[in-house]
Every structure is written in C-alpha cells, then in structure tokens.
C-alpha cells in the first residue's frame, strides 16, 4: 500500500505503542497554533504518526492527505489501536515547509 507513495508523500514515522505520553511545554514557534493551557495526554495501544510537511507538498497536498488518510485507515483496521495520534514532528526532514504552509 505504500509503495504507490514513494517518492510523492508526506513524510510519516509511524509507531504502534504499547503506551504513550506526551504534554505541551512552550511553543516552538512564534506562528504555531495556540493550545489553551497545559495539555497532556496519556495512551495505551496507541498507533503515533510522526509527521512532517516539506516543502513542495502543497502542490499536491489534498491528493498526498488523501491517499495517507486512505492508507492510515487500512493500517487502523489491521492494527486495531484505541488511539491514533497525529504528531507534528519536523526532525523527519530538513527540507521542511513553512509553517502556515504545514499547519494547511
């Protein structure tokens, strides 16, 4: 299934956890969403998809979120996590697109 993708994708690192913990500190930049409050969560069986906007997806950005959501689905239903987590996480490229760009 992601073969069709390679090479025209986002970038994902997708994780099956058997638990997962995360909560916000401070933004990490001045133009992210704002999150009111402390905000943490705490998971078990958790499907954690790392990923990351580079720069050229928005060319063809609702295409390429189609067929990862499409994908993603395919993935829910074989793995069968109680949570799927979608994480923003820029350390998967360093060719990454603007924030605006990404947050689209």
Known sequence: MWEEYLGECLRTLLIHAE??????????????????????IELENALVVFTTVEEGDSRNLSGLAA???????????TLKPSAVVLYPYAHLSRNLARPREALE
Do not use: H, M
Not at 23 to 40: C, F, M
């Open 19 to 40: 638990s997962f913990k995360a909560r916000t500190t401070e933004k990490a930049l001045e133009e992210a969403e704002e999150i009111p409050g402390e905000y943490s």
């Open 67 to 77: 067929g990862f959501v499409r994908d993603l689905k395919d993935l829910v239903a």
